[in-house]
């Protein structure tokens, strides 16, 4: 059975399809059941709901650029397997964009007003990545893997204690984002410059700043 062949229209249909699931409608998610779900509500403070809905909103836009870069990085990769690898990982991206837009409506909250000018930034991010070589691509996608994992993890010691539900939710992001990076890392990833590794810092934490409060 032969693999059907898209056309350079039907690839940009189908990334502007991703893209508006990814910011406006619902996630292609996979069959993986949600954590929050096995785990009971607690009963919160209006301060500590608010500062969970800030953190998870935070996590919420931190997955539409990872959708984002996956999805730029897999328009200009030049080898088939490094393609087909960035769209699985961008798939269990939006397991967590799902998760994470439901925990905060669960919470109350909103997710970020800017989700549309981060997806536009990281799309731009990514498919620069690809189009400057497959072992680059996949380098950034090790090292923005690191540091969401970093970002997860001091999440994790800012929720609230009694907000299980969000820290069920961060704790199976942590372990997925940990094998995203290990599998681009045994696929070929250089190691970025420490110049860029910064700047991919700095970058995250105005983004961070701001999506807590928007």
């Known amino acids: 059975m032969s693999t ?12 502007i399809d991703q893209g508006v699931r990814t910011v406006f409608g619902k996630p292609d998610i996979t069959e993986r059941p949600n954590p929050a779900d096995a785990v009971s509500e607690n009963t919160m403070s209006d301060a500590e709901k608010k500062r969970a809905i800030g953190l998870m909103r935070v996590n919420h836009s931190g997955e539409v650029a990872a959708q984002a870069l996956y999805q730029g990085q897999a328009l200009t990769a030049r080898n088939t397997e490094t393609k087909e690898q960035m769209k699985r990982s961008a798939q269990e991206e939006f397991d967590h964009l799902d998760w994470c837009e439901k925990r905060v409506k669960d919470l109350g909250g909103h997710t970020s007003y800017l989700n549309p000018l981060w997806y536009a930034g990281s799309l731009t991010i990514g498919a620069m990545a690809g189009a400057i070589g497959d072992k680059w691509s996949l380098g950034f996608v090790v090292e923005t893997e690191k540091q969401v994992g970093k970002h997860i993890e001091d999440h994790l010691s800012k929720l609230p204690e009694s907000d299980d539900k969000s820290r069920a939710v961060l704790e199976q992001m942590d372990i997925d984002e940990a094998e995203h990076a290990i599998k681009a890392q045994n696929a070929g990833a250089a190691e970025l410059p420490p110049p860029v590794k910064v700047l991919m810092k700095l970058t995250a934490k105005a983004m961070t700043n701001t999506a807590y409060r928007l």
């Open 4 to 15: 059907r062949r898209f056309s350079p229209l039907d690839n940009f249909i189908m990334n």
